[in-house]
């Protein structure tokens, strides 16, 4: 099915280690983002990308990088992990930024646990 | 930065009566875009408003999206349970094309 594919669904890290939350699309959107939800502070952006070969920041970047290499994947990967960044992890995808007439479509989130 | 806030955090309303959110932000808009979250689930987009006052209406829902483009309102008329889930508003600040930032959105409970 078309969509925006994240994985893994569920991650438990300890503190100091790294990895990386993959995310996936297949309906050829340039534009790529991800946020990060936290209870009460709705949806916040992390890094985004217009196209292959660009990111750019978003609010909360600091602790997290980003590539594009490719249209279609675009990882965020966790340098150190820290307490801090326990949340929920949103990738989403549009056919353009933020006045895409299509909306976002967002994948189905990666919980992540930082202990 | 741009900050957009939603009015209320919460509200438990029965079955049958009428709910709405308010979205407001610090900054003025190129548009404004809604999505629904239901428990458990990710964002889905609903609507984009991007024109100043215009109002839109997807069967009991109605969006409006104010003359200053610096608030948005989403309207939901004789509630069921299957609108149950959180209500988010998010905006693109003027000059801003490509970042979308959300508000802080509206949780929803509809009991019967």
């Known amino acids: 099915n078309a969509g925006v594919t994240q994985t893994p669904k569920f991650q438990v890290l300890k503190t100091g280690q790294s990895m990386t939350l993959q995310c996936a699309q297949d309906?050829?959107?340039?534009?790529m983002s991800w946020y990060r939800q936290d209870p009460g502070m709705g949806l916040r952006l992390i890094h985004y990308?217009?196209?292959?070969?660009?990111?750019d920041q978003g609010e909360v970047p600091n602790g997290y990088n980003v590539s594009r290499s490719t249209t279609e994947d675009f990882p965020l990967r966790l340098l150190s992990a820290a307490p801090s960044q326990t949340s929920v992890y949103f990738c989403?995808?549009?056919?353009?930024?933020?006045?895409?007439?299509?909306?976002?479509?967002f994948g189905s989130g990666t919980r992540l646990t930082v202990v | 930065g741009q900050q957009v806030m939603q009015i209320p955090q919460y509200q438990h309303v029965q079955e049958g009566e009428d709910f709405t959110t308010y979205c407001n932000s610090s900054?003025?808009?190129?548009?404004i875009q809604w999505y629904k979250q239901r428990p458990g689930g990710h964002p889905v987009f609903l609507i984009q408003?991007?024109?100043?006052?215009e109002v839109k209406k997807q069967k009991r829902l109605t969006f409006q999206f104010g003359e200053a483009k610096k608030n948005s309102s989403l309207h939901i008329t004789a509630t069921q349970t299957t609108d149950v889930g959180t209500y988010f508003c998010?905006?693109?600040?003027?000059?801003?094309?490509?970042?979308?930032?959300f508000g802080t959105g509206t949780r929803l409970q509809v009991t019967l």
């Open positions: 990308s217009v196209g292959a070969g660009i990111t």
């Open positions: 309906m050829n959107h340039e534009y």
């Open positions: 900054t003025t808009l190129s548009n």
């Open positions: 989403a995808s549009s056919y353009q930024g933020g006045a895409s007439l299509y909306g976002y479509t």
């Open positions: 998010a905006g693109v600040s003027t000059g801003t094309a490509s970042k979308l930032t």
């Open positions: 408003l991007v024109k100043s006052g």
